[in-house]
């Protein structure tokens, strides 16, 4: 089979295309004729070796939709091996789900991770209720767009939504985004507290860390809370700087990070404010939420309440290419792989 294989670290040439065995499975596993693969930030640090210890050569995809052999159903996975640059790939079952009829498979690839990234975010980390007022921070990201139009699917009120380019910013208001913002303003924390209608946030959603999150703590409303996804070094972070060795989401990282907010206890309680964080692992190892949830998606998909704008469908000599898009902030939505597409 054709698949793009990570030798060595490096930058997005390091993915090159090859022909490799098929992968053998194990028990609770079966193999997906892979159709499509998605493509996120958790790829381009393990192509770039942020994430310390990844055995080499591998192949990287932490999600593919396809055909399961042993009964020829569409599904989704979620790979935590990663393998979905691939045309063939070995997924455990307790992370694959049927994709219903009527949903394509570049909706089932975006929903599954990001869309339950997005729901984790707004719903069991942050407690949304219906009428409070919700901010996302890479609102035009793969995760980002899908939380925007998640909010008002569940009837928060205002959406605002931030991203850094003008183009970006009329995206997400016509995702349904009552207000856009730039996160490069400096008074954001007041432009954030003045589009919630004076009073602050209720739930601030972060996946850029820095002073975007510390600016969206600064504006949160009594009980308000911010919930932080992923780890990002910040853009005044020194060069290659990484989470610490061994841990994936990091543990404590220095201080002097730029990506780090510090936070104490006297401000939580004079503002009766609240901070959590949310890993999309902890829904995929408990299989009755995972398969929830992705119902719960799929069916506001169905009702035209939840679209995965696809930015790009990339073969897989391209794959390189989409990393350099994605880590240059130059997408918009999910990115995808067509790994049968030779040209």
């Known amino acids: 089979m054709r698949a793009a294989v990570l030798r060595r670290p490096g930058g997005p040439e390091a993915l090159r295309v090859e022909h490799v065995p098929e992968p053998s ?144 910013r009329r995206f997400v208001t016509a995702l349904g985004a009552d207000v856009a913002l730039d996160p490069a303003d400096p008074e954001l924390a007041d432009r954030l507290r003045e589009a919630a209608g004076g009073i602050g946030v209720d739930v601030f959603v972060d996946s850029v860390g820095g002073a975007v999150a510390s600016a969206g703590l600064a504006a949160l409303a009594p009980f308000g809370r911010l919930v932080c996804l992923g780890w990002r070094p910040g853009p005044d972070a020194p060069a290659g700087t990484h989470p610490p060795a061994g841990t994936h989401p990091p543990g404590p990282v220095d201080p002097a990070d730029a990506g780090v907010v510090a936070v104490t206890t006297a401000q939580l309680a004079h503002g009766s404010i609240g901070c959590a964080g949310f890993w999309m692992r902890h829904v995929v190892d408990h299989r009755d939420l995972l398969c929830r949830i992705a119902d719960r998606l799929f069916a506001l998909a169905a009702q035209g309440r939840l679209t995965v704008h696809v930015d790009r469908t990339v073969a897989l000599h391209e794959v390189g290419a989409a990393h350099a898009a994605v880590a240059a902030r130059a997408t918009t939505g999910k990115v995808l792989v067509d790994v049968r597409r030779e040209v």
């Open 25 to 168: 499975v194990g028990p609770g596993e079966s193999l997906i004729d892979v159709s499509l693969s998605g493509i996120n930030f958790d790829d381009l640090e393990q192509r770039s070796g942020t994430q310390p210890g990844l055995p080499l050569p591998t192949v990287l995809g932490l999600e593919a939709a396809g055909r399961r052999r042993t009964d020829g159903r569409r599904v989704v996975a979620l790979l935590r091996r990663g393998g979905g640059y691939a045309e063939v790939v070995a997924a455990r079952d307790a992370y694959t789900v049927e994709i219903p009829a009527g949903l394509d498979d570049a909706h089932a690839v975006g929903l599954f991770e990001q869309g339950g990234t997005a729901y984790g975010a707004l719903l069991l980390a942050g407690r949304l209720r219906a009428g409070e007022s919700v901010a996302v921070s890479a609102a035009a990201g793969g995760v980002g767009h899908l939380a925007v139009q998640l909010a008002l699917a569940l009837g928060a009120s205002p959406v605002i939504g931030l991203a850094s380019t003008p183009a970006k």
